[in-house]
Nanobody
Framework: QVQLVESGGGLVQPGGSLRLSCVTS????????MAWYRQAPGKQRELVAT???????SYAHSVQGRFTISRDNAKKTLYLQMNSLRPEDTAVYYC??????WGQGTQVTVSS
C-alpha cells in the first residue's frame, strides 16, 4: 500500500517562505525518483521540481533559484523549500513517485 502525505502548506505574504514535506510509506523510497507538481484553479497541473534517487535535481524555470527540492532517504521524506514566494505560486502542491502514486495535496496561498 503506497501512500504519500503532503504537509506544510499555508498562507504566507509575498516574499515569505514555506517548507513542504511529503512522507511516504509502502514503497522503496530510496530508489525512486520523486517530484513536486502544482495546480492552480483553472490551470493544468505543472511540474515544479524533480529529484533523482541519487540526488540530482531539476526545476521549472519559474521557480529556479527560489525553490529547493531535497530528500531524506532514511526518513522516506521529500521536501520542497519555497523562498521568495510570489502570488503566482498559489496552488495545490502534490508529491509523486512518478510511478502513478500521488499525495492528496497541500494548499499554498501567497497573498498580502
Amino acid at each position: 500500500q503506497v501512500q504519500l502525505v503532503e504537509s506544510g502548506g499555508g498562507l504566507v505574504q509575498p516574499g515569505g517562505s514555506l517548507r513542504l514535506s511529503c512522507v511516504t510509506s509502502g514503497s522503496i523510497f530510496s530508489i525512486s525518483d520523486m517530484a513536486w507538481y502544482r495546480q492552480a484553479p483553472g490551470k493544468q497541473r505543472e511540474l515544479v521540481a524533480t529529484i533523482s534517487s541519487r540526488g540530482p535535481t531539476s526545476y521549472a524555470h519559474s521557480v529556479q533559484g527560489r525553490f529547493t527540492i531535497s530528500r531524506d532517504n532514511a526518513k522516506k521524506t521529500l521536501y520542497l523549500q519555497m523562498n521568495s514566494l510570489r502570488p503566482e505560486d498559489t496552488a495545490v502542491y502534490y508529491c509523486t513517485d512518478l510511478q502513478g502514486y500521488w499525495g492528496q495535496g497541500t494548499q499554498v496561498t501567497v497573498s498580502s
